[in-house]
């Protein structure tokens, strides 16, 4: 019982900068953009939040930093798309590699900086970073630690994941965002001002990208900097996208399946079925592909992707 306590603790911890991820890319879709520069702006943001959490010692200056990072990332992809109508794969692309290698020069520039060759977050950083347990809440039974002791970047992910799908399905913005998605020209015609929404939503959602990349240089690498530090969770996160069924809700349970399946040789049997360690790491990525081909096979009508997603709109040939 303990061991399966600990993989779910565990999985939520794994899945929660997916699910930053997830989120972020969600609202790209939703605004007609497929961003495949989700990795980029993860990247982006772990340096920038490892490093703002580096030299001011407060976690708040960091997730500022890390969301402002994010944004930076997605307003350049928005210039590129949507003002100069750039092919939105290749731009998305482009951002991946352009964020990881900012991000490593950043560090690199830093540690030859550094006196110690190694830069590592100061304690009270790290205390901040610990988990929190909810009082009362966090001594029921079995339920305690499993929902009420987690670390802030928990908490925060899902109380982001709940607003974002109530801006999405119960605002009056969110509905002209999904219109935009939908249906650009019809939007506007309808006097919304469709590049302005489209603006605004790919930077929020880079913004968001950018804490889950936070996560993955503070929380993941124990505050320590590693170059390389995202290391393929932007790409599944695209992919859960599909996964979640552009449903924030859903992003939640999604991030934590797939948090399990990437902390699964820490509690598999190793004494039943001699697996090396190198099969468990492909897991994710295989189960990714796996998702990808079943939803290929499954599609209905009110689980798709936004229709104009991936598409420039273009005002003058409507």
């Known amino acids: 019982m303990d061991m399966v306590m600990n993989l779910i603790v565990a999985a939520v911890l794994a899945g929660t900068p997916l699910l930053y991820g997830i989120l972020g890319e969600i609202i790209n879709?939703?605004?007609?953009?497929l961003n495949l520069g989700v990795e980029g702006m993860m990247a982006m943001g772990a340096c920038a939040g490892f490093m703002a959490g580096y030299l001011s010692d407060n976690l708040l200056i960091a997730l500022l930093f890390a969301f402002a990072a994010g944004m930076l990332g997605a307003l350049i992809y928005a210039v590129l798309t949507v003002t100069f109508m750039a092919d939105q794969n290749v731009t998305g692309l482009t951002l991946t590699i352009f964020g990881g290698g900012l991000g490593n020069f950043i560090g690199e520039f830093m540690l030859l900086k550094s006196e110690t060759q190694s830069l590592k977050l100061p304690a009270k950083i790290m205390a901040s970073l610990s988990n929190i347990k909810i009082p009362v809440l966090s001594e029921?039974?079995?339920l305690g630690k499993i929902l009420f002791q987690y670390n802030i970047f928990v908490y925060l992910g899902v109380v982001i994941a709940i607003l974002c799908g109530y801006y999405l399905h119960k605002t009056k913005t969110g509905l002209k965002l999904?219109?935009?998605?939908?249906?650009?020209?019809a939007a506007d015609a309808a006097g919304i001002p469709v590049t302005k929404y489209k603006y605004l939503n790919l930077m929020l959602g880079g913004g968001l990208c950018g804490i889950g990349g936070a996560y993955a240089s503070m929380i993941i690498c124990n505050g320590v900097w590693i170059s390389n530090c995202v290391d393929g969770l932007g790409w599944i996160a695209v992919a859960l996208v599909i996964f979640a069924t552009w449903n924030p809700y859903k992003a939640i349970g999604g991030a934590a399946v797939f948090g399990a399946f990437s902390v699964l040789k820490y509690y598999f049997p190793k004494s039943i079925l001699n697996i090396p360690d190198s099969i468990f790491d492909m897991v994710p990525f295989f189960m990714t592909i796996l998702v990808l081909i079943i939803t290929s096979m499954r599609q209905s009508k009110e689980n798709t992707?936004?229709?104009s997603c991936g598409v420039n709109y273009f005002r003058e040939e409507r």
């Not at 879709?29 to 953009?33: D, L, Q, T, V």
Request: aromatic residues 0%; hydrophobic residues 30%.
């Open 29 to 33: 879709e939703k605004a007609g953009h």
């Open 140 to 142: 029921i039974p079995v």
């Open 178 to 185: 999904r219109a935009i998605g939908e249906n650009p020209a």
């Open 305 to 307: 992707q936004p229709k």
